[in-house]
């Protein structure tokens, strides 16, 4: 199969070896496309910030993982593996979970027919979307496609981009942070064609999960930036102000600007978005962000009054609620602001467009950084930064201060990523350095090379190493498939 480079709204980005998924051989063209900054939602935002006190932004996560579990240890994805074995533990849901997948792309036009202006982000992470075209399900990808290329609905629905494996980007090899973002986009584009793809630009961290290694998050913001993200999506309690204090009442109702410096001293920003509270599915399941939202005001930014926003993402599929309730809170919110309200739902990339015509300068928005960072500041000299000054500070702490750690933060508090799980991570390092030990010289003497099926099927399984369901669900069957990947991508990476 010939892979041909995709036009302005065709999907023809391919494997060229059957079966493989689109996540690579197609970096120009990518990078140009992405790196493109005209305003996305304000040509078309019927949303007058003077009208309204507060807004209300809710996000939808979807993910199933690729899981070696085929009749003959083929890669499937973990859906299928539901639907074939409808009689092993929550499998029997699989069917309301591809109901889950598509829904969005029956209530957005529905709504609308009914003259409710809805809104909502969706993050779909790589595996999933390869799943669906496994298993044949055009039925749900179509359904999706009117969401992302119909300009009747686009305006309503915002994608988020993410990592391509559903990858935590702080036990992520930093060389792969950004092979995992453009493998998504890749994929994205090869679905929904390069005018959707032009539209991405905020980013949905897998599981919340924000690195507080200086290193790691530096590289994290520059690999964003230069997939051409303007802002991603933050834990509230996975950040901190420069002095170490949590973010108060009313500045994470606003855009942030999170900062990172490296062990070099450089700095780095992206504007953040808040997600408050906990990651309950109830909240978005029952519309807490919109009863909120009612309840609050406007504030300022510098000089500038606006109304705040409540953000707030929750899986789309997992768990009663979602499954069951969230129809009923999410429908029916729209009719209720459709009559009458000062309060408006809004889409990331639309509120902070909408903030930025406004007259509002980012470089006023409050400034975050990662949470447990301001202890390894309080040890070095800002104006020496060193990587052995760096890591002295972080020896001392591990040493003296039980409560910190370079494990990163997510959804809560008590989740780490990596303890406990040195089976599943050092075999993904190890990988990840055998890939790139491979391949980076040939791509660096011929960018061609990421087009080869060798390639591309050995960045497959270093990719999908980096799932993080193989730790997500403990030792066992789980980490069992991250040793069999492993194995695989091992043979074609050395």
């Given at each position: 199969m010939i892979a041909t480079a995709p036009a302005s709204n065709t999907t023809k980005i391919e494997g060229l070896k059957p079966g493989l998924p689109p996540i690579s051989g197609w970096e120009a063209e990518i990078t140009s496309v992405v790196q493109q900054n005209d305003p996305v939602f304000l040509p078309t935002s019927n949303i007058n910030l003077d009208k309204i006190k507060a807004a209300f932004a809710c996000a939808l996560h979807m993910h199933q993982p690729t899981i070696p579990a085929g009749a003959n240890g083929e890669l499937i994805c973990n859906l299928q593996h539901m639907f074939e074995n409808q009689g092993m533990g929550d499998n029997h849901n699989a069917g309301v979970f591809a109901w889950c997948y598509s829904r969005m792309g029956d209530f957005i036009p529905e709504l609308v027919a009914n003259g409710c202006n809805p809104r909502i982000m969706l993050d779909y992470s790589g595996n999933l979307f390869w799943g669906l075209q496994q298993m044949g399900r055009d039925d749900i990808l179509n359904n999706l496609k009117r969401l992302a290329c119909d300009p009747q609905y686009t305006p309503y629905v915002e994608w988020l981009g993410t990592m391509w494996s559903h990858a935590v980007a702080p036990s992520t090899p930093i060389p792969d942070l950004k092979l995992q973002m453009q493998a998504w986009q890749h994929h994205f584009a090869s679905i929904f064609g390069y005018d959707a793809l032009k539209r991405v630009k905020g980013f949905s961290p897998p599981e919340m999960h924000l690195p507080n290694n200086p290193d790691t998050l530096y590289e994290y913001i520059k690999a964003l930036k230069e997939c051409g993200y303007r802002w991603l999506l933050v834990q509230e309690h996975s950040v901190e102000r420069l002095d170490g204090s949590g973010l108060n009442h009313d500045d994470k109702y606003v855009p942030n600007r999170l900062v990172a410096r490296n062990s070099h001293g450089e700095t780095i920003s992206i504007t953040a978005l808040i997600k408050t509270q906990g990651s309950d599915t109830k909240l978005v399941a029952q519309m807490q962000p919109y009863h909120e939202a009612k309840s609050r005001g406007r504030q300022k930014i510098g000089d500038i009054e606006v109304p705040c926003c409540v953000s707030q993402i929750a899986d789309g599929e997992n768990g009663g609620v979602m499954m069951n309730e969230f129809p009923n809170g999410f429908n029916p919110t729209w009719h209720n602001i459709k009559d009458n309200s000062d309060v408006a739902g809004v889409n990331g990339t639309e509120y902070i467009e909408l903030l930025e015509a406004a007259g509002v300068n980012p470089d006023n928005y409050p400034v975050c950084q990662a949470r447990g960072q301001h202890k390894i500041w309080n040890k070095v000299?800002?104006?020496?930064?060193?990587?052995?000054?760096?890591?002295?500070?972080?020896?001392?702490?591990?040493?003296?201060?039980?409560?910190?750690?370079?494990?990163?933060?997510?959804?809560?508090?008590?989740?780490?990523?990596?303890?406990?799980?040195?089976?599943?991570?050092?075999p993904m390092n190890q990988l990840s350095a055998d890939f790139h030990k491979k391949f980076d010289a040939l791509v660096q003497q011929n960018p061609s090379v990421t087009k080869t099926p060798e390639y591309q099927e050995a960045l497959l399984y270093n990719l999908l190493v980096q799932t993080s369901c193989f730790r997500y669900w403990g030792q066992g069957t789980w980490t069992d498939y991250a040793r069999e990947l492993y194995n695989r991508g091992e043979k074609l990476s050395k």
């Open positions: 000299d800002i104006n020496n930064v060193t990587p052995d000054a760096i890591a002295k500070a972080v020896e001392e702490l591990k040493a003296t201060d039980h409560q910190f750690h370079m494990d990163g933060a997510s959804w809560t508090d008590d989740l780490s990523w990596v303890a406990g799980y040195e089976n599943v991570l050092e």
